[in-house]
């Protein structure tokens, strides 16, 4: 069965700082993955998605990450981490069903950015 | 804009009630899902529909039914709500307009049972 791990279950890091978060995903065939992020309060939102071609994705915000299949891992990057990036981030993977797809997530990441 | 709209962002029941959560989109989307959200578990499917009608389990049915009579809403319910699924749930849709394979989120509704 389809799966996907966060490790980091906190993780905190200074204002203007870079920032990495990890996910590493089990899987048969070629994955789909996601990334989204959830502020307090909200729902979730997309922040990119990976599908096939270019390994390294573009997203909102600032966001990139990069498929490794040799690893499997998609792990989320920011440059520099903002005071309003802090929330919650969650890797999923898709699940091809009969009809659509479904998502397998991680656990979630807590990010907290300190001034 | 897709737009998802789910009918209470908090409610607060007592056990033993017969509960429901409604979900509404606004865009011909063929598939819904409705997850429930715990600390340090993540996203957990419930049930999902992909017609008007047509209902699968998810990862965690048990104590949860669903309704799905017109495209636009799906309908989960909690024939008898206890503590234990005091939660977050968030409702998504998939298809239509949207790439086949993402999900788009409902702000979620914060239950609470007593």
């Known amino acids: 069965a389809q799966s996907v791990t966060q490790p980091d279950i906190h993780i905190t890091v200074s204002e203007g700082a870079s920032l990495e978060l990890r996910c590493n995903y089990s899987?048969?065939?070629?994955?789909?993955l996601f990334w989204y992020v959830q502020s307090p309060g909200q729902g979730l939102q997309l922040l990119l998605k990976y599908f096939s071609g270019d390994t390294l994705v573009q997203g909102i915000k600032g966001f990139e990450a990069e498929f490794k299949r040799s690893q499997s891992s998609f792990n989320l990057r920011k440059p520099s981490v903002h005071w309003s990036d802090a929330a919650e981030y969650f890797c999923a993977v898709g699940q091809t069903m009969e009809y659509g797809n479904k998502l397998v997530f991680g656990a979630g990441t807590i990010l907290r950015v300190k001034s | 804009d897709v737009k998802v709209t789910q009918s209470s962002r908090y409610l607060v029941k007592r056990t033993g009630e017969k509960v429901f959560l409604e979900c509404v989109q606004d865009?011909?989307?063929?598939?819904m899902f409705w997850y429930r959200q715990d600390p340090g578990l993540g996203l957990r499917l419930i049930y999902f529909s992909y017609d008007v009608k047509m209902k699968e389990k998810g990862d965690i049915p048990e104590g949860y039914s669903v309704s799905r009579e017109k495209k636009e809403r799906f309908s989960l319910i909690l024939e008898s709500a206890s503590t234990n699924q005091t939660s977050m749930y968030l409702c998504a849709i998939q298809g239509g307009l949207l790439n086949n394979n993402e999900q788009f989120f409902g702000p979620g509704t914060r239950l609470t049972v007593l």
């Open positions: 899987y048969g065939a070629t994955p789909y």
């Open positions: 865009m011909d989307h063929e598939n």
